[in-house]
C-alpha cells in the first residue's frame, strides 16, 4: 500500500514516521529512457538509500536529444525548433510515463513530478534560450487536471514549477509569472488536494512571491551550478530561518557531480568532494528536510556521441557510477542515525566552513576542510563530551585526538570533510 507524504514541523513524514526526502535527478527520463535502462537505473538508485526520484513531465528544455522522439503533446517541427499544440496530449506519451512512474514506486521510492517548467511560461529567463512556444494560459487548467488525476494514484509529490525566476525589477513580467503558477498550484489543490507541492525556483535565488509561498507545503531552493554562488548552499537556508520561515526545507538542486563549473575562471568540474559539501552545508544550516543528488548526464539522459548543450556531458551509464551517490547515501544514514529531522542550527562561529547545530542533546559539527575544530568555544571540553569523529569522504568513523588543553579536536586522519558528533557525557 502506498502511503502519502506529510508534513510535520520542519520535516516530512511518511506513516507517521520521518522521511528524509534523499532524491536523485532525472529530469530528462521520461522523453530519453528505455523502459530496461529505466529499470536498471531505478534498481541501482534503491540499492544506495534514495527514496524520491525528480522528473519533468513533459520535455525537458536541455536534454540530450534521442533517436526516439517522444513527445508529450501533438508538435510541428520547424527551423527554429518546436510548436506544440496544447489542446492535445498524447496519450501513448503520458501511458508510457505512466508505466515509468509504476516502476519508481515499484522500487519503493517517491516521484517527485515537475509540472511547468519555466520554458513552458511566457517571459522567464528562459525566452532568448527556448524553441517551444509557451503554454497559453487557458489551457493550463485541463493540462494540469488531467495529468494531476492520472498520476495521483501513484501518490508522488509535485514540483509546480522547475528553475523559474521571479524577477522583482519587471512587474508586468513578475505579474504574469505568479499569474500562471498561482492557477497551477491552485488547479492541482483542487484535483489531488492531499499531494504535497513546492516550486523549483532558479539558482541561487529565495525569490518566490508570498502567495505561493503560503500556498507551497515546503520551500525548496537550488543553490545551482556556479562557482562563485556555493555559499548559498546554507546561507539561502540561513536566510530563510532568519525571516522566521518555520516548514520544511531543501536543497533540491546543489551543483552536479561532473558537471563544469559555471563562471570559473578556469574550467574544472564539480567532484564528489564539492557536492558533498553542498549537501552537508545545506543540512546544517537549516535545510534538514532532505537534500538532492545530480550527475551531469543523468538529469539530462546523455548518450554518448549524441549532441549536448551543457559541456561535456557523461553518458548516463557512466554518470550512474560517479562515487558522489553513495556520499549522499551515508549522509542519509547518518541523518536518520542522528535524527537531524529535530536539527536546530546554531550561530556559533568557529571560522570559515564551520557550521554548528544542536540535534536533541547532541551537538552537531560540519567542517568543510580537515582542521583542529575548538570545541571549547562551545563551551565543550573532553571531560564534558564524547565526541565521535566522522570522515565523510571514506564512511569512516574515527576516535577523536583531543588537544593537550582538552579543547580542541585535531583531524588526525581525514584530510577532506568531516562531521563532530559530541553527546555530553
Not at 40 to 47: A, D, H, I
Not at 226 to 248: A, E, H, L, V, W
Not at 265 to 270: A, H, S
Request: overall charge negative; glycine content about 6%; charged content about 20%.
Amino acid at each position: 500500500m502506498m502511503v502519502m507524504l506529510t508534513v510535520k514541523q520542519q520535516h516530512l513524514e511518511k506513516d507517521g514516521r520521518p522521511f528524509f526526502y534523499l532524491a536523485d535527478t532525472a529530469w530528462s527520463a521520461l522523453t530519453n529512457a528505455e523502459l530496461s535502462d529505466w529499470e536498471y537505473y531505478l534498481t541501482k538508485r534503491e540499492s544506495q538509500g534514495f527514496n524520491v526520484i525528480q522528473i519533468d513531465l513533459l520535455r525537458q528544455w536541455d536534454a540530450s536529444p534521442v533517436a526516439a522522439k517522444r513527445e508529450p503533446l501533438a508538435v510541428t517541427y520547424t527551423e527554429q525548433g518546436y510548436v506544440y499544440d496544447y489542446q492535445q496530449l498524447n496519450e501513448d506519451y503520458f501511458a508510457r510515463a505512466e508505466k515509468m512512474i509504476q516502476m519508481v514506486v515499484d522500487h519503493g521510492m517517491v516521484p517527485a513530478l515537475v509540472l511547468l517548467w519555466a520554458n513552458y511560461v511566457p517571459g522567464t529567463w528562459m525566452k532568448e534560450l527556448i524553441h517551444n512556444n509557451p503554454m497559453p494560459f487557458d489551457q493550463l487548467h485541463p493540462y494540469v487536471e488531467a495529468v494531476t488525476r492520472r498520476f495521483q494514484k501513484y501518490h508522488p509529490l509535485y514540483l509546480v514549477s522547475g528553475d523559474v525566476n521571479f524577477p522583482d525589477d519587471d512587474p508586468k513580467t513578475l505579474g504574469e509569472i505568479t499569474r500562471y503558477y498561482t492557477k497551477v498550484l491552485r488547479v492541482l489543490r483542487q484535483t489531488d488536494p492531499q499531494a504535497l507541492a513546492t516550486f523549483h525556483i532558479n539558482g541561487e535565488s529565495t525569490n518566490l512571491p508570498q502567495r505561493l509561498l503560503e500556498g507551497a507545503d515546503f520551500f525548496a531552493y537550488q543553490s545551482g551550478h556556479g562557482k562563485p554562488g556555493q555559499d548559498t548552499s546554507f546561507t539561502i537556508p540561513q536566510t530563510m530561518r532568519s525571516r522566521g520561515y518555520t516548514g520544511p526545507i531543501i536543497n533540491l538542486e546543489p551543483c552536479y557531480e561532473l558537471m563544469p563549473k559555471f563562471d570559473a575562471t578556469i574550467k574544472e568540474r564539480f567532484n564528489r568532494a564539492d557536492v558533498r559539501k553542498a549537501a552537508w552545508q545545506s543540512l546544517l544550516a537549516g535545510a534538514n528536510a532532505g537534500v538532492t543528488y545530480g550527475a551531469h548526464g543523468i538529469w539530462s539522459w546523455h548518450t554518448v556521441g549524441a549532441p549536448f548543450l551543457y559541456e561535456h556531458p557523461y553518458d548516463w551509464h557512466e554518470a550512474l557510477q560517479a562515487p558522489g551517490a553513495d556520499d549522499f547515501s551515508f549522509l542519509k544514514h547518518l541523518a536518520e542515525r542522528l535524527n537531524l529531522a529535530e536539527l536546530v542550527p546554531q550561530q556559533d562561529d568557529l571560522g570559515a566552513g564551520v557550521l554548528v547545530a544542536k540535534a536533541g542533546d547532541k551537538t552537531i559539527i560540519y567542517s568543510a576542510l580537515a582542521k583542529q575544530v575548538d570545541l571549547g568555544a562551545l563551551g565543550l571540553t573532553k571531560d564534558s563530551c564524547h565526541v565521535t569523529l566522522v570522515d565523510l569522504a571514506t564512511h569512516n568513523f574515527r576516535h577523536p585526538i583531543w588537544s593537550v588543553d582538552g579543547r580542541k579536536i585535531e583531524p588526525f586522519g581525514v584530510t577532506e570533510d568531516a562531521l563532530l558528533v559530541c553527546t555530553p557525557k
